[in-house]
């Protein structure tokens, strides 16, 4: 048989959808077992169950004015012509309660924030107050509860504060603060591996021979891995042979998600679905319907590890990362994968071949009627620099061969500022 006879039998067999392929993915990822952690480190972190306050917020009734507080009663029929006079006896400041309590007739200055004191139902502001020496000029009536926070009133104690799954962001981590959640219950973090095929790559340290080229998939693709709260456990060259290949993936199967880039094809020197057959990996697909990305491959490590086999050109890998380890990591997280796709509006007609979906790189705009997607000038899927700048990558369907301006279509989301989020 020839060569080109081997090569054409070892394609895919039939290249899947992205949905299809995205619903095996997922099929495959259980969200992982929870870990206390202080609170200092919970930053991004995703809390593994439903928060149930230990402490009521507001603690005690408290004051939401600068003013005094008083007898709402005290207060009745009082206008600027006709002022109600009080006696002051004495302050409650923020942190610093009033000493006594208060009986009718009488005032206590409060600050924003300080305790209510005993015996007093209501605060009056201090603009419609005049104060004279001990007594103060009160030019307004109040409510009973006029401009009194209640204990309690933003949060109960026992009551539901934030449900699992949520990723814990600067209101969260605010939120876990104010109830003492010291040790919150975080989903544990995946270890993810990455190792990066081809004799050609260099580190952007080395000098640069003929026929060799920059690896940057072992930095967009830890990267794209830790935005998404993977703890990369692994980062290695690989070189393009059956042994150095399989001695590296032997090695790195160990996680919850094993990452190689490149070497996934059918060229005489791609060896990654040969050494994960050797080592026992299952197929769950190989060959996707899209550009960039077509090569994908999809298995599973005798220990239950995710393993997938990325095409080697530098945004293959992060467009095929993004689309199908990113909703693994979200599901293991306990987080919707859907939380990252919208749809929007293309801004100009496009056309390309029916056969494969794809993944253009694209900006977003918000207009009045929603999201609208303008593709990015360069989709060749070794132009890296084509991902800076974009912010989504806009889905174009397989059978579609030219789609209007205006027509809406599924767009997966990137990390803000390419990774500074942990969505
Ligand atoms: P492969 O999938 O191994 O055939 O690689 C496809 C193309 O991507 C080749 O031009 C490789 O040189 C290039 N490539 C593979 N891995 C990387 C990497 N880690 N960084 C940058 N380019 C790469
Ligand atoms: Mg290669």
Redesign the pocket.
């Given at each position: 048989m020839s060569l080109a006879a081997i090569i054409g039998g070892m394609k895919p067999a039939k290249l899947i959808e992205i949905e299809r392929a995205r619903e095996l993915v997922l099929a495959a990822a259980a969200p992982l077992d929870a870990e206390k952690i202080p609170l200092d480190e919970a930053l991004g972190r995703v809390l593994a169950d439903e928060l149930s306050s230990p402490e009521q917020v507001p603690a005690f009734d408290n004051s939401a004015m600068d003013g005094f507080a008083l007898l709402s009663a005290d207060t009745r029929g009082a206008t600027p012509e006709s002022p109600a006079s009080l006696q002051v006896v004495g302050e409650s400041r923020a942190g610093h309660p009033a000493s006594g309590s208060l009986a009718p007739g009488e005032a206590i200055a409060i600050s924003t924030g300080a305790m209510v004191p005993d015996g007093a139902d209501a605060v009056i502001r201090v603009e419609d107050t005049r104060r004279q020496g001990d007594t103060v000029a009160v030019s307004a009536a109040v409510e009973p509860g006029g401009s009194i926070r209640r204990a309690g009133e933003d949060i109960e104690i026992g009551a539901p504060v934030i449900g699992g799954g949520t990723l814990i962001g600067a209101a969260e981590w605010g939120v876990l603060a104010s109830v003492a959640a010291v040790e919150p219950s975080v989903v544990r973090r995946p270890r993810v591996a990455v190792l990066?095929?081809?004799d050609?790559?260099r580190g952007p340290g080395e000098s640069l021979g003929p026929g060799q080229?920059?690896?940057?998939?072992?930095w967009t693709v830890p990267a794209l891995a830790t935005a998404y709260g993977a703890e990369v456990t692994v980062t290695t060259k690989v070189a393009d042979t059956p042994e150095a290949t399989r001695e590296a993936l032997d090695q790195a199967l160990g996680g919850e998600m094993t990452v190689i880039?490149?070497?996934?094809?059918v060229?005489e020197h791609?060896h990654v679905k040969g050494a994960l057959s050797d080592l026992g990996v299952e197929q769950i697909f190989w060959g996707v319907a899209l550009r960039p990305g077509k090569p994908t491959f999809f298995g599973r490590a005798a220990g239950g590890g995710l393993v997938l086999g990325l095409?080697?050109?530098?945004v293959s890998a992060m467009v095929t990362f993004l689309l199908f380890a990113r909703p693994a990591l979200l599901r293991m997280a306990g987080r919707d994968p859907e939380s990252v796709r919208t749809t929007a509006a293309l801004s100009a007609p496009t056309s390309k071949p029916s056969g494969r979906a794809h993944a253009a790189r694209c900006s977003l705009t918000l207009t009045s009627t929603g999201w609208k997607a303008e593709l990015m000038p360069h989709q060749g899927s070794h132009v890296l620099t084509s991902m800076i700048g974009a912010d989504a990558l806009a889905l174009i369907p397989t059978d579609a061969e030219s789609l209007e301006a205006g027509e809406r279509v599924v767009v997966e989301l990137l990390p803000e500022g390419g990774v500074g989020s942990r969505r």
């Open positions: 990066a095929t081809g050609e790559l080229i920059r690896n940057s998939s072992s880039c490149g070497g996934v094809s060229g791609d095409p080697g050109n530098p």
